[in-house]
């Protein structure tokens, strides 16, 4: 199985900068996409950025030119840069990984979430 550890949340000022790390470890034989959802009290999760296995990145339109997302395969870690952080941001931010997985004589495809990380932006 693949066990995801989040870092990197907080409290910080509007306008201010956070980066979230999600390192995921396990019987991993290779990682496609990789991605951060956020998810404030009494709303849903949303989709806040992805990244390919090939680095090709999305983004949600909200966050365009102030985060961006990065992974380092060989940490199989997916990174997120959060600039000019707004107190609407303020959320609990999920990390997903889309992971192949090594079971015995084969591998099979699962998607995995973090346990979250709380950011907290005051204005």
């Known amino acids: 199985q693949v066990h995801l550890v989040e870092s990197g949340g907080g409290l910080v000022q509007a306008g201010g900068s956070l980066r979230l790390s999600c390192a995921a470890s396990g019987s991993i034989f290779s990682i ?9 009290p009494g709303k849903s999760r949303d989709l806040v950025a992805t990244i390919t296995g090939g680095g090709t990145t999305r983004y949600v339109d909200s966050v365009k030119g102030r985060f961006t997302i990065s992974r380092d395969d060989a ?3 997916v990174y997120l840069q959060m ?19 090594k079971e015995l004589l084969r591998i099979n495809q699962y ?4 346990q979250g990380t709380q950011v907290t932006v005051s204005s």
């Open 32 to 40: 496609n996409a990789m991605g951060w959802y956020r998810q404030a």
């Open 75 to 77: 940490k199989n870690t």
């Open 83 to 101: 600039d000019s952080l707004k107190p609407e941001e303020a959320a609990v931010y999920y990390c997903y990984v889309d992971v192949w997985v």
């Open 111 to 114: 998607n995995y979430w973090g």
